[in-house]
């Protein structure tokens, strides 16, 4: 059962247990898409989810984990009584913006407007990418598509060229 998934790494992070972290880890990878529909995954804190995100393997589209970690920051602005942005600060970070489609930016955005989980900056910093055609002003982690990224045109124009 997936109910207490997100429990394992959020201890064997709070304990240095890097073997177990490994472990767990490998797991979400290899289910992220019924992972992120937890309520663990929910509970998870900013730290761990950080961690989770910044993996090329998990087994997701872009567009779906932004919408995963919009919950997650909502959930964590409750318990914790603090903003969405506050509390979202580091796992945003890691979020592929470059990955998404100009449509999706639109959208993405909208939502945006609403919660500011997103920091403006990253958010242009995404478009900045689809008008130069090439990931310039973004770290080149975000414009890796992850193993489960729906590929999208744009996405030859993302990757390094190989000469």
Same mark, same amino acid.
């Given at each position: 059962s997936l109910a207490g998934v997100c429990i394992v790494p959020q201890a064997a992070v709070t304990y240095g247990q890097t073997d177990l972290q490994q472990h767990c880890l490998a797991?979400? =990878?290899g289910c992220? %898409?019924? %992972?992120? *529909?937890? *309520?663990?995954?929910? #509970? !998870?804190s900013d730290v761990v989810l950080t961690r989770v995100l910044r993996s090329d393997r998990l087994a997701v589209d +872009? !567009?779906?984990?932004? *919408? /995963? %970690?919009? #919950?997650?920051?909502? &959930?964590?602005? /409750?318990?914790? #009584? @603090?903003? %969405?942005? +506050?509390? /979202?600060?580091?796992? &945003? @970070? =890691?979020?592929?913006?470059p990955l998404l489609a100009p449509s999706e930016l639109v959208t993405l955005e909208s939502h945006n407007q609403q919660d500011m989980l997103i920091p403006v900056e990253s958010i242009a910093a995404a478009w900045r990418a689809h008008a130069l055609r090439k990931g310039s002003g973004v770290p080149s982690r975000l414009c890796r598509p992850r193993r489960g990224t729906r590929p999208r045109d744009h996405h030859r124009h993302l990757e390094p060229h190989t000469k």
């Open positions: 797991f979400i =990878e992220t %898409v019924a %992972v992120v *529909q937890t *309520q663990g995954f929910r #509970e !998870l +872009e !567009l779906d984990l932004v *919408q /995963a %970690v919009r #919950e997650w920051a909502h &959930v964590s602005s /409750a318990v914790l #009584e @603090r903003p %969405v942005p +506050e509390v /979202a600060a580091l796992p &945003v @970070r =890691e979020l592929r913006l």
